[in-house]
């Protein structure tokens, strides 16, 4: 009978060990190690954070890579992946923390201009629909610099265009969106995240993010009236709904380049699992399978708040499947990982408990918990 299985791995990365297909590839050769010849059917997931891009890719998606600007204004390559009209991009690979030296921020210079040329790439190439993921930026520029590369003239009172980051927009003085790429109202543009926080206040993108980015108390205050100057400004030139757009959940996602995409790009704001799900046609291979192998890096109360595992889960239990997870940590109780949908979850640290070791032999490892959960769940 277990021969007969057909198992769906549909797992995160685990954060600087794995690719989510390389944590597919373990998985199976693990299982196949206790039931020879299963069936396993791999399908890497993201939340539209880092890793989004890889996971089409590994759907069937096209590699294709393009010069821009990155969040220092240096070129960097950066990928994105297309089938057909559709694309799925990845903030990070723009604009994000991967690309500044370990220890170097820049919370106030730090510019979104790259993911605007990004977009721009996808369009040339004939996208149509465009899934932007955001997570892992380096930038509080609130997408500005996004919306400059797409044709919007951003001014300071002499006339001269503001400078990069979240910074220089406490000197914005006029906004004109006319000129944005015509493409973009013949396009359909929607924002991947897992965050709901508005653009401003305590919940907002400079408050929560902008520390994590290397602002300090001092630049926190600054990146949030600045924020709030781009607001005003672009009211003015857009009328109320660009007031309305920064209390929208999910402007302050990623610096705020969500409330750009809102004002600008006429963006739908959805969790980014949901739309990943969708994207790489997650239901036609749960139709395939029979018992469910998520999991990520760390299973913990991120997890359950619009990861890729319970969003997984979530999808997996409402068609009556079996789930268990695979992570390299385990901060979850059996209740809430049942809440989630998860029946079991098997952590490499029960392995070796020493982080580093796991980290660092995290595909042998892997190996072995998957042999733990088909001698559990398949024979």
Known sequence: MAGGRHVLIAAD???????????ADHVARGLRRVVPGLRTEALPVADGGEGTVDAAVAAGFERREAEVTGPLGTPVRAAYALRGTDAVLEMAQASGLRHLAEGVFAPLEA????????????LDAG???????VGGSATTDGGAGM??????????ADGAPVGPGGGPLAGLASADLSALDGRLADAEVVLAGDVDNPLLGPAGA??????????SPGEVEALEAALGRWVRVLAEALGERAAAAARAPGAGAAGGVGYAALVGLGAVFRPGIEVLMETLRFAEALDRADFVITGEGSLDEQTLHGKAPAGVARAARGRGLDVVAVCGRLLLDPRALAGAGVLRAYAL?????????????????LERT???????WLV
């Open 147 to 156: 919306l400059a590369a797409l044709g919007a003239r951003l001014l300071d």
């Open 111 to 122: 510019t979104t201009r790259g993911t605007g040329e990004l977009l721009r790439a996808a």
């Open 206 to 215: 400079a408050a929560v993010y902008g520390p994590q980015k290397g602002a």
């Open 349 to 365: 640290t029960d392995l070796e408990p020493d982080p580093a070791v796991c980290m660092a032999q995290a595909g042998p490892l």
């Open 13 to 23: 990365k685990f954060k600087g060990s794995l690719s989510a297909a390389q944590v």
């Open 370 to 376: 998957a042999e733990r959960v088909a001698r559990d």
């Open 127 to 133: 996208a149509r629909r465009i899934v932007l993921g």
